[in-house]
């Protein structure tokens, strides 16, 4: 059975990472994805655990290595640019040695997506409008492309999957809103820059941080308060640059610069900080993967690796189930959900210190960072913080 046909909605990190695997497998996958190419831009991540293996497996890692970043400390700064806090990224390295990156997550995705070799049927600038499915089969319609007949549907549109909201319901359903929003952007010719510095300022209940690229690119990262969500369309930008440009426009350090540099940004990525709680991530013949079921939040820190390994296990349950997805679904949704739900409750907890609300807040996040420079709190601290539960089984 495991010559499916499969359609996976989201061409981002989870969706080619499960149609990798499930044409290693000899299923035949299809792609949807509702922009007209891969994205780019976006910000950057750092990448480890169970994610980072399945790179290794998937032989990514001498090009993934090419395109990371040499991130050497996160330097916190007050008003006037000063040292505040911070740590080294010796830190993390004493936990993971090597196994640990830091890259653009569009270049990722890139990556990802080459590696199908073009072998992939990718429908870009389309998007899953209607999903009705029987026993034995899915009927798929498209907002462009004539209806099409799936065996399975795999839904990888991450936090606002059209998958889940057409078969599972609304997003409000399952969405918990931790009461942050966060925007990142990149431009050419910023004219701070230091090289191998994550620099971040933090004013009560906002943060922003920069980091430099190759290219003489910049990439900005800004998270803010509110404990109510925004009134905002998802792509007006011209609205989202003006909340921007209203929450940090009386703020220090570089912020005047910032906030001009933003005017010239074209691809502005703008999103509430929530995670996605489900109590059952399949319906029948169709399966969530990735945030579209189980995001942590942006500021988690593994979402990436975590919609990857996930893929992984998705595509080798299907192929150890030949092509039984009532039993591959089951075992998915076994072996990860419990893990995943600690994930979430971490991550929540995690969220408030990167944008403490309270000048007291901000001062001992910054102490406790300092302390992150003596090896045995490093390691205590880091150890609990990117400990990776996940199990990696092998599919042969």
């Given at each position: 059975m495991n010559n499916l046909k499969v359609l996976i909605s989201g061409a981002g990190i989870a969706?080619?990472?499960?149609?990798?695997?499930?044409?290693?497998?000899?299923?035949?996958p299809v792609l949807v994805e509702r922009a007209p190419a891969i994205r780019t831009g976006g910000y950057v991540v750092d990448f480890w655990g169970l994610g980072f293996k399945v790179a290794d497996q998937m032989g990514l890692l001498p090009a993934l290595k090419d395109d990371a970043y040499d991130i050497n400390e996160v330097r916190i700064v007050d008003d006037h640019g000063r040292r505040a806090g911070g740590f080294s990224v010796d830190a993390i390295k004493s936990v993971l040695g090597d196994r640990f990156l830091s890259v653009l997550r569009s270049d990722l995705a890139r990556l990802i997506y080459d590696s199908l070799d073009g072998q992939v049927r990718t429908m870009f600038g389309d998007t899953v409008t209607a999903i009705e499915q029987d026993e034995n089969t899915v009927r798929v319609s498209f907002r462009e492309a004539p209806p099409e007949n799936f065996d399975?549907?795999?839904?990888?549109?991450?936090?606002?999957?059209?998958?889940?909201?057409?078969?599972?319901?609304?997003?409000?359903?399952?969405?918990k809103y931790l009461g942050y929003y966060t925007a990142s952007f990149?431009?050419?010719?910023?004219?701070?820059?230091?090289?191998?510095?994550?620099?971040?300022?933090?004013?009560?209940?906002?943060?922003?941080?920069?980091?430099?690229?190759?290219?003489?690119?910049?990439?900005?990262?800004?998270?803010?308060?509110?404990?109510?969500?925004?009134?905002?369309?998802?792509?007006?930008?011209?609205?989202?640059?003006?909340?921007?440009?209203?929450?940090?426009?009386?703020d220090g350090w570089e912020c005047p610069a910032i906030l001009k540099a933003l005017d010239d940004a074209e691809d502005l990525y703008f999103d509430a900080v929530s995670q996605i709680r489900m109590p059952a991530w399949t319906n029948g013949r169709v399966a969530l993967v990735g945030d579209a079921c189980s995001c942590p939040s942006l500021l988690a820190g593994q979402g990436t690796s975590l919609a990857?390994?996930?893929?992984?296990?998705?595509?080798?349950?299907?192929?150890?189930a030949d092509g039984d997805h009532?039993?591959?679904?089951?075992?998915?949704?076994?072996?990860?959900?419990?893990?995943?739900?600690?994930?979430?409750?971490?991550?929540?907890?995690?969220?408030?210190?990167?944008?403490?609300?309270?000048?007291?807040?901000?001062?001992?996040?910054?102490?406790?960072?300092?302390?992150?420079?003596?090896?045995?709190?490093?390691?205590?601290f880091m150890g609990r913080l990117l400990n990776d539960p996940l199990p990696f089984p092998r599919y042969s």
């Open positions: 969706g080619p990472s499960v149609a990798y695997w499930l044409r290693h497998y000899g299923f035949e399975l549907v795999i839904g990888a549109g991450g936090l606002h999957s059209p998958v889940r909201e057409i078969v599972f319901g609304p997003e409000q359903r399952f969405e990149i431009v050419t010719g910023y004219p701070h820059r230091d090289p191998h510095a994550y620099v971040s300022y933090t004013p009560p209940g906002r943060q922003v941080s920069r980091y430099a690229l190759r290219g003489d690119r910049t990439v900005f990262f800004f998270v803010f308060a509110t404990d109510e969500r925004l009134p905002i369309a998802p792509h007006d930008t011209a609205a989202q640059k003006r909340i921007l440009r209203e929450v940090f426009r009386h990857m390994g996930a893929a992984y296990i998705l595509a080798g349950e299907l192929k150890k009532r039993v591959a679904f089951k075992a998915y949704e076994d072996m990860l959900k419990p893990v995943l739900a600690g994930k979430q409750r971490s991550a929540a907890k995690f969220a408030g210190s990167f944008a403490p609300r309270t000048k007291l807040g901000i001062f001992v996040r910054n102490q406790v960072t300092r302390l992150m420079t003596r090896p045995v709190v490093a390691k205590l």
